[in-house]
C-alpha cells in the first residue's frame, strides 16, 4: 500500500457531525436531551397549574368590573355544571340528558342538611355532592347503555326523582324550604370559585393520568379497551361517579346562595341543556374549554337575552350553528392550538452556541 494512502496511528478520529463546541457543521448547537427534558417538565407544570390557579383568581377580581355577585355566582356553578359534562361525555362519550338530577339531589341534600340537620354551610356542601353522588351510584346500571338510550334514561330518572322529591310530604317538596342565611353574597362567591378551582383540578388530573387515558381509549372502543385489560365498568363508574359529585357541590352552592328550595327551580331540564351547551360551545376534552363557553354564553344571555330575548335566540342559534360548521373542537380548541404551538417553539432545537455565543464568536 503507498505511503500517503496509510492512515498514521495518531491521526484525529474522522470528524464528526458535531465537534467539541457542540456545533454542527452549519453552526447550530447540538441538540441537548437535558434542556429539552427541562422544558418539556415545565410545558407540563405550566398545563397543570395555570388553568386551575389563573381562571379563579381572574373571576375574583371579576365584581370590580362587573358589579352583580348573584350573576357572577350563578355562572361559576354553570362551570362546575360544564366541567362535569365534560368528564362524562367528554372522557368517556355518554351524554347525560338528565344531567340537572345530581344538581337538583345536590340542592336538596344541602337544603335539608341545613334546614333539618343544623350543620355548617361547609358541610352542608360536603353532604349535598355526597346525596349527588350517592345517586350516581343508584343509578349507575344505566351505564349498561348507550348513545340515544342513555341519554333518554337519565332523563327519565331525572324526572323520577324530581317526581319523589316534588309530591311526597316527606320531602318537603309540597311547600318547599326556606334556608337561613348561611354565608354572605362575598362569601358564597369565594366558594363557589373554590368549588370550580376543584373541577379544573380533577379535569386536569383526568386528562393527564393513566385514568383518563383508559377513558379516551374506552370512549373510541371499548371492545379494543377491554381486551387491552381495562375495566370498563370500573372506569365508567368511576367518571359518573366523580360528575355527579361536581354537579351535587354546584347544586348545594346554588341552593345556599337562593336561600330556598323548591323542587321545580333545581330539577329544571333547562340547567341541563346549558350545561351541555356550554361545554360543547366551550369544547370538551379540554380543561378551559367549558369555561370559555360558560363565560361567552352566560354574558351574552345577561347582557341580550334577558332585555331582548327575541335577539337573543337568533344570536344564540347562529353562534352554535356557526360553531358545529366551522370550529367543531369548540372555542377552547383556539386556546389549545395556541398552546401547542407555544409548546413546539419553546422545544424547538436551540439555534445558537449552549453557552450563549453565536455562531462565528459573535452575538446572539
Not at 33 to 40: N, V, Y
Not at 44 to 59: D, G, I, N, Y
Not at 75 to 82: G, H, Q
Amino acid at each position: 500500500m503507498p505511503e500517503d494512502d496509510a492512515t498514521p496511528a495518531d491521526a484525529p478520529p474522522p470528524p464528526t457531525p458535531h465537534d467539541a463546541a457542540g456545533a454542527d457543521r452549519t453552526g447550530r448547537a447540538a441538540p441537548s436531551g437535558r434542556i429539552w427534558g427541562l422544558r418539556a417538565r415545565e410545558g407540563r407544570w405550566v398545563r397543570r397549574v395555570v388553568p386551575v390557579v389563573a381562571t379563579p383568581v381572574l373571576l375574583f377580581f371579576a365584581p370590580h368590573v362587573y358589579n352583580n355577585l348573584a350573576f357572577l355566582t350563578t355562572m361559576v356553578v354553570y362551570v362546575v355544571l360544564a366541567e362535569g359534562v365534560n368528564l362524562l361525555y367528554g372522557f368517556t362519550g355518554y351524554l347525560p340528558f338528565g344531567y340537572v338530577g345530581f344538581f337538583g339531589a345536590g340542592a336538596y341534600g344541602a337544603s335539608l342538611a341545613v334546614v333539618d340537620w343544623h350543620v355548617t354551610g361547609l358541610v352542608a356542601l360536603v353532604i349535598g355532592g355526597l346525596t349527588a353522588a350517592i345517586i350516581g351510584l343508584v343509578v349507575s346500571p344505566l351505564l349498561r347503555l348507550s348513545g340515544a338510550y342513555f341519554a333518554l334514561a337519565t332523563l327519565a330518572a331525572s324526572q323520577v326523582l324530581y317526581y319523589v322529591v316534588a309530591n311526597e310530604p316527606w320531602t318537603y317538596g309540597e311547600s318547599g324550604m326556606s334556608l337561613p342565611e348561611v354565608f354572605g353574597a362575598t362569601e358564597t362567591y369565594v366558594i363557589a370559585l373554590v368549588i370550580m378551582a376543584l373541577a379544573l383540578a380533577v379535569t386536569v388530573a383526568v386528562r393527564d393520568s393513566r385514568f383518563g387515558l383508559s377513558l379516551r381509549a374506552i370512549r373510541s372502543d371499548p371492545v379494543s379497551a377491554a381486551m387491552a385489560g381495562i375495566d370498563v365498568v370500573r372506569a365508567r363508574t368511576a367518571a359518573w361517579f366523580i360528575s355527579a359529585a361536581l354537579a351535587g357541590l354546584a347544586g348545594a352552592i346554588w341552593a345556599i346562595m337562593t336561600a330556598a328550595f323548591y323542587a321545580e327551580n333545581p330539577f329544571d331540564l333547562t340547567i341541563s341543556v346549558y350545561a351541555i351547551v356550554f361545554a360543547l360551545f366551550g369544547g370538551v376534552r379540554t380543561v378551559l374549554g367549558p369555561v370559555i363557553g360558560t363565560v361567552v354564553l352566560y354574558s351574552l344571555y345577561q347582557y341580550i337575552g334577558i332585555s331582548n330575548p327575541q335577539y337573543f335566540e337568533l344570536v344564540y342559534g347562529l353562534l352554535i350553528v356557526g360553531l358545529a360548521l366551522f370550529l367543531p373542537g369548540g372555542l377552547g380548541s383556539l386556546v389549545t392550538g395556541s398552546a401547542a404551538r407555544w409548546r413546539r417553539r419553546r422545544t424547538r432545537p436551540v439555534t445558537g452556541a449552549l453557552d450563549g455565543a453565536a455562531p462565528g464568536g459573535g452575538t446572539p
